[in-house]
């Protein structure tokens, strides 16, 4: 069953488990790169809707890179927990920088990823991450002030910053430095266009970002990771909850991105997130709890089938085809998912279940909850996990009547 949605200023076309064969389908028919790029330029989307595309198309080319490190700290905390390895060792060491190497480079990695959302040269962005992190730089930094004496270059006082893990500089650095590029093509003739361009580009961009950008923007990340901080002191189920009952509608908005993007922000600023991902786990599988009930309860075979495959998709985390193709298609399915959303959120805050990785929410990534050499975590979010969907299975096989 084929369903159509309109998510963050986007259609989207939902066909579950058949994904390949309609790509194989419509490859041989259409240009698909093409029809892209089309399709992205032509988009009608409000403010909001262009701001959260942008910040989505900033991280997610870095996912991959985010969980590869998350889940190697995941396996580190294992082998730390059941005494495989001390962290007093060499071998800790070791797997501890391999794991660490990605929230080390960030800017580098975003520095790309944002050059292509700016429409700038992406290794010229990688660059001005680079620069940020480097070693003289630091030593400079880390000199200055363990001395208590200010730097000043050209006379002009240098913020003592370090950049390491740090998100919102390297964008603030990246969008400047989209402008300054555009302005070196302008001026520079085509004889000379080739080295001038990238060297006017980095020159200007890389001052301005240690002189202004790049301390605006660790302040402003500093402020983020101070009050999700105090969020999580105050009151650790708040967001959770709100999230976990909130996010099949924030999905249908686009909102997601943006939670998603604050995140990534804190696991780089304070080693693990509390805001977005355990309320997006409970939701994620309450949607697979909602489907099952359906696909029990139901005597359609078609409705049932569907639901059967988005069910056990969605508690492995891939929601979408359940949202799309069942829980928005019925007001049981949706009030089920709601409430089992909250309660799971409320637990997996109350509990202060931290997410160490990000990914996908779901069973499937369930080891993203192991970090500080601890597996209380993961077993919080396991419990959490069951009451998610067996709340969401109960309420709905309650609820449900066939239209």
Avoid at 146 to 153: L, P, T, Y
Avoid at 159 to 170: A, K, M, Q, R
Avoid at 350 to 379: C, H, M, Q, W
Wanted: charged share 10%; glycine share 10%.
């Amino acid at each position: 069953m084929v369903s159509l949605a309109k998510s963050g200023g986007q259609y989207q076309v939902v066909v579950g488990s058949d994904v390949p064969n309609v790509y194989r389908a419509l490859e041989g028919l259409l240009d698909l790169d093409e029809v892209s790029k089309e399709s992205s330029e032509k988009q009608d989307r409000t403010p909001l809707q262009s701001f959260l595309a942008l910040i989505s198309g900033i991280f997610t080319p870095i996912l991959p890179v985010i969980t590869a490190a998350g889940m190697i700290k995941a396996v580190l905390s294992l082998l730390v927990v059941f005494k495989v390895v001390a962290v007093d060792d060499v071998n800790y060491q070791v797997l501890n920088f391999i794991g660490d190497t990605e929230f080390y480079f960030s800017p580098v990695f975003l520095g790309a990823s944002a050059a292509r959302q700016f429409k700038t040269n992406a290794q010229l962005g990688m660059l001005i991450g680079a620069i940020l992190l480097h070693p003289t730089f630091t030593q400079i930094v880390t000199t200055a002030k363990e001395s208590g004496h200010g730097v000043s270059f050209f006379s002009i006082p240098l913020t003592l910053t370090s950049y390491s893990s740090t998100v919102i500089p390297v964008i603030l650095a990246v969008w400047f430095m989209s402008y300054v590029e555009r302005f070196a093509i302008k001026i520079s003739s085509k004889a000379v266009k080739f080295f001038l361009v990238p060297m006017i580009t980095t020159l200007i961009t890389a001052i301005v970002t240690l002189l202004i950008l790049g301390p605006i923007g660790a302040v402003i990340g500093n402020w983020l990771g101070d009050f999700f901080k105090w969020l999580e002191n105050f009151g650790p189920w708040v967001v959770p909850t709100i999230v976990g009952a909130t996010f099949p509608l924030m999905v249908t908005t686009g909102i997601h991105y943006g939670l998603v993007s604050i995140g990534i922000n804190n696991r780089m600023t304070i080693g693990y997130d509390t805001i977005a991902q355990p309320g997006a786990l409970a939701s994620n599988v309450a949607q697979g709890g909602v489907t099952l009930a359906i696909a029990l309860k139901t005597k359609d075979t078609n409705k049932k089938v569907l639901a059967s495959s988005a069910g056990i998709t969605a508690i492995c985390g891939i929601m979408k085809p359940a949202l799309y193709g069942v829980t928005l298609q019925n007001k049981a399915a949706l009030i089920g998912s709601i409430v089992a959303g909250g309660v799971g959120g409320f637990f997996l805050g109350i509990l202060g279940a931290r997410n160490f990785v990000g990914a996908s929410p779901g069973l499937l990534t369930i080891a993203a909850y192991i970090g500080e050499d601890t597996l209380k975590y993961f077993y919080t979010a396991i419990a959490g996990l069951v009451i998610s969907v067996v709340v969401s299975f109960i309420v709905t096989f309650i609820l449900y009547k066939e239209d």
